[in-house]
């Protein structure tokens, strides 16, 4: 009977689903924003780093159908490298335009690290001039546009965490494994006195007995003792999360308000960027 009691038999399937459960959530919950890469997006940045500008503006018009219908702000990393990479080929008024067009999306959108000085001064001329067409004043928009521009709209800037998700999900996975271990390991221990007792009825010597079993007890204490940590941390990162979503839900989105009267001109889509790439 006891080499049938084996303690951690739905262990590593308790260790599973905790694994799947937090995978999945967080496949779920990631956040969309403009630093997410998809799989044109990473090919575009290999080939800009090889300086293979035109095959990187091929996979950037794709990303940007990719992204058809999402949220703008994914498409500002790719407005970004369209810009960087007609820079290159030395259009620099179509790279001033995909700059702007990352700019009235974000105006937080920076470059990639290691770029050199003249190109770092032309962003930020760019991100100057859409800055001023718009009426902000060091990012705030100036009382004189803020009174002329009515009626107006905001484009949200700011992203949602996914840390308090991908805690709950933990959290959940948690405290159902390390629930799920101290049944279990209680459960192995009533099994364990019943064979224990029902030895000493059929006259063996209880404490050889338990000398036997004593390496199925410790498991049996062992499995108990992780099922109390597992329970331990899905409490704290229930709290974690909540913690979170407080915080989260006091800070605010920054915010860009754009006048319908202001001076702005159309600019050129993406797509008629990449057009007029040689």
Same mark, same amino acid.
């Given at each position: 009977?006891?080499?049938?009691?084996?303690? %951690?038999?739905?262990?590593? #399937?308790?260790?599973?689903?905790? !694994?799947?459960?937090?995978? *999945?959530?967080?496949?779920?919950?990631?956040?969309?924003?403009?630093?997410?890469? +998809?799989?044109?997006?990473?090919?575009?940045?290999?080939?800009?780093?090889?300086?293979?500008?035109?095959?990187? *503006?091929?996979?950037?018009?794709?990303? #940007?159908?990719?992204?058809?219908?999402?949220?703008?702000?994914?498409?500002?990393?790719?407005?970004?490298?369209?810009?960087?990479?007609?820079?290159?080929?030395? +259009?620099?008024?179509?790279?001033?335009?995909?700059?702007?067009?990352?700019?009235?999306?974000?105006?937080?959108?920076?470059?990639?690290?290691?770029?050199?000085?003249? $190109?770092?001064?032309?962003?930020?001329?760019?991100?100057?001039?859409?800055?001023?067409?718009?009426?902000?004043?060091?990012? !705030?928009?100036?009382? /004189?546009?803020?009174?002329? +521009?009515?009626?107006?709209?905001?484009?949200?800037?700011?992203?949602?965490?996914?840390?308090?998700?991908?805690?709950?999900? %933990?959290?959940?996975?948690? $405290?159902?494994?390390?629930?799920? *271990?101290?049944?279990?390991?209680?459960?192995?221990?009533?099994?364990?006195?019943?064979?224990?007792? /029902?030895?000493?009825?059929?006259?063996?010597?209880?404490?050889?007995?338990?000398?036997?079993?004593? &390496? #199925?007890?410790?498991?049996?204490?062992?499995?108990? /003792?992780?099922?109390?940590?597992?329970?331990?941390?899905?409490?704290?990162?229930?709290?974690?999360?909540?913690?979170?979503?407080?915080?989260?839900?006091?800070?605010?989105?920054? &915010?860009?308000?754009?006048?319908?009267? +202001?001076?702005?001109?159309? @600019?050129?889509?993406?797509?008629?960027? @990449?057009?007029?790439?040689?």
């Amino acid at each position: 009977m006891v080499e049938n009691m084996n303690p %951690f038999r739905y262990q590593n #399937l308790v260790i599973i689903t905790m !694994v799947a459960c937090v995978g *999945l959530m967080w496949s779920a919950y990631k956040p969309s924003s403009a630093h997410a890469n +998809s799989q044109l997006m990473i090919q575009a940045k290999q080939l800009y780093k090889v300086k293979q500008w035109d095959q990187a *503006l091929y996979s950037l018009q794709k990303e #940007l159908r990719r992204l058809r219908g999402k949220p703008k702000i994914q498409k500002v990393p790719v407005y970004v490298f369209i810009g960087l990479c007609l820079y290159h080929k030395g +259009s620099k008024g179509l790279a001033w335009k995909a700059f702007e067009q990352a700019f009235f999306i974000d105006r937080s959108a920076v470059l990639p690290p290691g770029e050199k000085t003249a $190109l770092k001064g032309f962003f930020k001329r760019a991100r100057q001039r859409v800055n001023a067409r718009l009426g902000w004043d060091g990012g !705030v928009q100036s009382q /004189s546009k803020s009174r002329a +521009s009515t009626p107006s709209t905001s484009v949200a800037t700011g992203t949602v965490s996914p840390w308090p998700w991908v805690l709950f999900s %933990f959290s959940a996975a948690a $405290l159902a494994g390390g629930a799920f *271990l101290i049944l279990n390991a209680s459960a192995n221990q009533g099994q364990l006195e019943q064979f224990l007792t /029902s030895g000493v009825k059929q006259g063996a010597v209880r404490a050889e007995l338990e000398t036997s079993s004593e &390496t #199925l007890r410790d498991s049996v204490g062992l499995q108990n /003792s992780i099922g109390i940590i597992a329970l331990s941390a899905g409490g704290a990162s229930l709290v974690g999360a909540v913690i979170l979503l407080v915080v989260q839900g006091k800070k605010k989105p920054k &915010t860009a308000t754009r006048s319908y009267h +202001s001076p702005i001109t159309p @600019l050129a889509t993406s797509s008629t960027i @990449l057009l007029q790439v040689d």
